[in-house]
């Protein structure tokens, strides 16, 4: 996970200048997949995901030291624990930084794996949260209320 973050923190930071895109017709994560095609899992498209990892996250490159930030996100060091890259790939797909927030929050409470990540997602688990009355009782039903 470290790894696909920091290649997606040199994409963004050296190849791209610190933009959010190359240069049009640069070919920049083409001609890096060319040059790293000896290296098993770095494909075009694995780079784009690199890529858009380390935008969707900057806080895991941020110090969280203000205690306001604390609240609003999760610790770095327990996204990084509880999470595989492919939990990333499916929350990097929620542009919603409040929702992303409660599916990350739900999967490290939840022990999730990759599978039921996807099947709460599917499912509208965070819309069923909002609509829902009895919230701990919704989750406890969907066996979400493991502890950390």
Known sequence: TIRNYLIGYYIV????????RAKYGAKVLESMADNLKHIK??????????????????Q????????????????????????TFTHFVELIKIDDKTKRLCYEVETIKGNWS?????????????????LSKDKNALLKSLNCEKKI
């Open 13 to 20: 930071e050296y190849e791209q200048n610190g933009n959010d």
């Open 41 to 58: 899992g770095l494909s075009t498209t694995n780079l784009r995901l690199f890529r858009q990892f380390y935008s969707m996250y900057p």
């Open 60 to 83: 895991i490159h941020q110090s969280l030291t203000d205690e306001s930030k604390i609240n609003l996100k999760i610790q770095t060091n327990k996204l990084l624990t509880h999470l």
């Open 114 to 130: 990759v599978r039921e990540l996807k099947r709460q997602i599917e499912i509208l688990l965070y819309e069923r949260i909002g």
